[in-house]
Nanobody, 127 residues
Framework: QVQLVESGGGLVQAGDSLKLSCTAS????????????LAWFRQTPGKEREFVAAISITGRSDYYSDSAKGRFTISRGKNTVYLQMNSLKAEDTATYYCAAVQGAVTSNLYPDYMEFWGRGTLVTVSS
């Protein structure tokens, strides 16, 4: 099994920046020969969980939703994934989840493609 724990959420003002972190742990994750691609999703009440950004197993490729392009940057370490969010808008308010999958990732991932999920961290952007 894989455990993912997000951190870094909080209350910020529009135009501010925030960096989210997620740490992966567990024997399954650490022993995988293929490795795990990592991604960020977000969800607000009344809406389905939506893709934000993803990064490949090697970290050499990254992908973004249209709303994230130019403002957010995803990066990773061996067992960590980060989401640097700049120029935040009120519409970015959501619970942000990190997720992992033992496979490839592309743009516009569906949530059910991911194998493991964190419990989320709340980001609130005031205007």
């Amino acid at each position: 099994q894989v455990q993912l724990v997000e951190s870094g959420g909080g209350l910020v003002q529009a135009g501010d920046s925030l960096k989210l972190s997620c740490t992966a742990s567990g024997r399954t994750f650490e022993s995988s020969s293929l490795g795990y691609a990592l991604a960020w999703f977000r969800q607000t009440p009344g809406k389905e969980r939506e893709f934000v950004a993803a990064i490949s197993i090697t970290g050499r490729s990254d992908y973004y939703s249209d709303s994230a392009k130019g403002r957010f940057t995803i990066s990773r370490g061996k067992n960590t994934v980060y989401l640097q969010m700049n120029s935040l808008k009120a519409e970015d308010t959501a619970t942000y989840y990190c997720a992992a999958v033992q496979g490839a990732v592309t743009s516009n991932l569906y949530p059910d493609y991911m194998e493991f999920w964190g419990r989320g961290t709340l980001v609130t952007v005031s205007s």
